[in-house]
């Protein structure tokens, strides 16, 4: 049977997790129009889901750890789903700050306890499990953005939207939790409670700045490229809903396809290999103005960031310096601060001079991710 495994199962589990997230990016621009806001605002109401993520991140690992991981996606999955729901359709830029924040708390109680497991489960069963996981979520992003970009270009309202997608998202959590049966505990894991605020530590800090800091380009990839798409180049619903499921496509091939790179390049070519590519994407989007090209950019971006968090996360928690939980969320916490922050400045950066200067500030990030994976080879 397709669940018959206990990686099946977890699989089926992030991509129900993740398929209202894929819904929700394409209908940024809808609620931008609807809602008439600017760049500045939109970037500032936008910030309330990886805030939300750095929240749950912070406040919930206790919780994680006492709930596990069935219970966690079981109570977090639809929590997220519905708190989206009501982001589409927020009234107001409050509103959707707020509806952003409950869905990025609930996400970052998911993303520790998915980790975990994932990396749990690597150890039991000796094969690669938690980039692939991530390329099942970001699959049913790539799903979701496929089945927005639709729905939006046949001029479905976004109530109707997501009257079919909550069901089939809520099936597959079911269909994948039924017979869940969490992995043992690793030999070295230590099993204190994880602190509310998780400090880094030298080692975390430096697979945050190798790894962590690519959701800048993730986040204006999910949040603006429908955006870029219709002010800079007049694409139509779909085409615009296309850039982000071409963006989803990459990250998904990148991560699927990592377990077997993995096994056959070493880990610092293999993510000198990964920032390269994502600078090409970040080049093509800056200049091109076919939407055909422009839509290639965002593949080459999509698939040159997928696998560096995943790697700095499955690193973090094989350290032995504290539990695996207190280091994947102290490394979140980081990350996702880059996220907090990525909205309001890209925001900014759009209304005081234009989307591709945004895209193009990522390359400085990279640069910087480039040099700590040299010097200081953190995936090694």
């Known amino acids: 049977m397709i669940f018959a495994s206990p990686a099946a199962r977890l699989y089926t589990v992030f991509f129900a997790a993740s398929l209202t997230l894929g819904n929700w990016y394409p209908r940024i621009a809808d609620v931008q129009e609807r809602l008439a806001l600017d760049s500045v605002s939109l970037g500032q109401s936008l910030a309330g889901l990886p805030f939300g993520i750095m929240l749950g991140f912070s406040l919930l690992a206790r919780a994680v750890h006492r709930f596990g991981f069935r219970r966690t996606f079981a109570i977090g999955a639809p929590v997220m789903a519905f708190s989206l729901v009501t982001a589409a359709l927020a009234p107001s830029a409050p509103v ?3 509806s952003l924040t409950a869905a990025g708390a609930a996400q970052g109680a998911l993303g ?16 690669p499990i938690l ?5 099942f979520w970001s699959l049913a992003t790539l799903v979701g953005g496929a089945m927005a970009a639709a729905f939006r270009g046949w001029g479905v309202e976004p109530v109707l939207h997501f009257v079919v997608v909550l069901p089939v998202s809520l099936l597959l959590l079911w269909l994948g939790l039924k017979e869940f049966s ?3 505990e690793r030999d070295d894991e230590e099993t204190a409670s994880a602190p509310i605020l998780v400090l880094p530590t030298r080692a975390i800090f430096g697979l945050f700045l190798a790894g962590g800091v690519v959701l800048y380009l993730d986040s204006a990839a999910s949040d603006w490229s429908g955006i870029l798409m219709r002010d800079a180049l007049g694409a139509g619903a779909i085409l615009s809903g296309l850039a982000f499921a071409a963006w989803a496509l990459g990250q998904t091939s990148g991560r699927l396809i990592h377990p077997t790179l993995a096994a056959r390049v070493a880990q610092t070519p293999m993510a000198l290999a990964f920032l390269g590519t994502a600078a090409i994407g970040v080049g093509v989007i800056a200049v091109s103005a076919s939407v055909p090209i422009t839509i290639l950019g965002f593949v080459l971006l999509g698939f040159g960031t997928s696998s560096m968090l995943p790697l700095a996360l499955s690193a973090a928690a094989r350290l032995a310096e504290r539990a695996p939980a207190a280091s994947v969320a102290s490394l979140s916490q980081l990350a996702f601060l880059v996220s907090v922050l990525s909205p309001p400045v890209i925001g900014w950066v759009v209304g005081a001079t234009d989307i591709r200067i945004a895209f193009l500030l990522g390359l400085a990030l990279l640069a910087v991710s480039a040099a700590i994976v040299i010097t200081r080879r953190p995936f090694a």
């Open 182 to 184: 969490a992995s043992p």
């Open 96 to 98: 959707l700050f707020f």
């Open 131 to 135: 980039v692939r996981g991530h390329g």
């Open 112 to 127: 520790i306890a998915g980790n975990v497991e994932a990396n749990r489960m690597e150890a039991a069963l000796g094969r």
